[in-house]
């Protein structure tokens, strides 16, 4: 009973902070700012919380965290405006939004996709702020009993999504998700030390980078085809899209079970330390696409295929405070970033957070709320507008994206290196959207490879052979049979079903 007092008095002292006219007006320019830093590809939240740190040196520890999770929390809001008008994702994780954002954005449906992309990032902020809540009190042996198998099996099981993905081209998707494989093992061998693939430049000692990589293959590939047609983004006039921006507000909440799903994944993945917004946003989608009833829209505008990744992708930053916070140990980049921060401005984080500062922990969930609501008004607002700049014509938009694309890319290492990339994967990227090959397996491959080889080398170490015996490594071993086997039945009854008729 005490406890629950504390909890509720925690929760209307952190409320009555955010509240505060100060600490409100900090979070509200942080929100402004943060939307339009995600609608920059490449930047991302690892660059807004690095440029506004020297901002919070001297501020109140309230203020600081509401500036800054007010801008973290909706980076991705605004990148998946940009993925969804340009076919270029604000970063890596909103690289899942494009599959199906952009293709809509194709059949003028702009404004619907962006209200179904904003409302669902809203709903999975908040569901992850309520994960956040939730779990601190409970989760410590739940996270502490991950480790290097079970991080091997998730990857994995990330992997097993290109059978889902790959539809009735199964063999082109296979080739292009070895393809990524083969990328991630780029780069410094995490059991030997030695380099692969290195091609005798010291850029590629870190492996292949997945912003540039994203960028080439989506935005610059899609401005190289604008260019061979030299038309705009959609044929016709200007229009106004405000009914269609309503309408993708209202079918993100018709589709209130898919959110819910898709925010569950980005909370636990989040949670997990490691795996990052990545892994979150294409479970999602592979979820998405296995569960759904129309799998032959996705890649063509499926409105799931966009309601997934971006549920998935705001809920996630609820999740990865869970460890931050409650252990100490970074969720992800953005919160090792995060975790220094804290130590700037006076708060220790570990377990007596959650006894001793729970008004604090509270105020970051109540900012992780607002944030996002705030952060999808200011995006549908605007999205009338914003959906009016995919009618102008290549001539004027090719060589706006091309630069945005080119300064996203260099801006992330500051490496002139991410430029060549961007250039050979913008290549790469057309030739496989013309020739029909699925160019969003590639990077799950990329993505995924790199933690399953880290952790198989460090689950042989730990445990030899054995590691496949773990309980929770036996579970997600029966979620990829499942993952791999269900399309594959479901080919071959199909085929035997058309060979039935035909034979009749």
Known sequence: MQGGIALLEAALQGLTSVFQITTLIYMLIGVCFGVFIGFI????GNFVLSILIPFVIKMAPEQALAFLLGAHAVVATGGSISAILFNTPGSGPNAATIFDGFPLTQQGKAGQAIGLALTSS????????????????????????????????????????????????????????????????VGLDPSTGIVRFGLGTLYLWDGVHLVPVVIGLFAIAEMFELGVKKGALVQGEVKQVKGDVLEGVKLAFKNWFLVLRCSVIGSLVGIIPGLGGDVACFMAYGHAAQTSKHKE????????????????????????????????IPGSSAMAILLGVFMIIGIQPGPQMLTQELDIVFLMVWTIVIANIIGAVIGLFAANTLAKLTFLRGSILVP??????????????STFGDVILVAVFGLLGYGMKVFGYPRAVLIIGLVLGSIAEKNLHLSLKLYHESFILRPITLLLLLAIILTIGTPIIKNFLKKRGESDVSAH
């Open 122 to 185: 809203a709903l999975g902020g908040i569901f992850g702020a309520l994960v956040l809540v939730a779990t601190l009190p409970v989760l410590r042996q739940v996270v502490l009993a991950f480790g290097p198998p079970e991080f091997f099996m998730l990857a994995m099981l990330g992997i097993a999504f290109i059978a889902v993905l790959g539809g009735s081209s199964l063999g082109k998707a296979l080739l292009v998700g070895g393809m990524g494989l083969l990328l991630s093992f």
């Open 297 to 328: 829209l996705f890649g063509k505008g499926a409105i799931e295929g966009v309601i997934a990744p971006e549920s998935a992708n705001n809920a996630k930053e609820g999740g990865s405070l869970v460890p931050t916070l409650g252990f100490g």
């Open 400 to 413: 706006i994206i091309f630069v945005l694309a080119i300064l996203g890319a260099y801006t992330t290492n």
């Open 41 to 44: 590809p490449g930047l991302g």
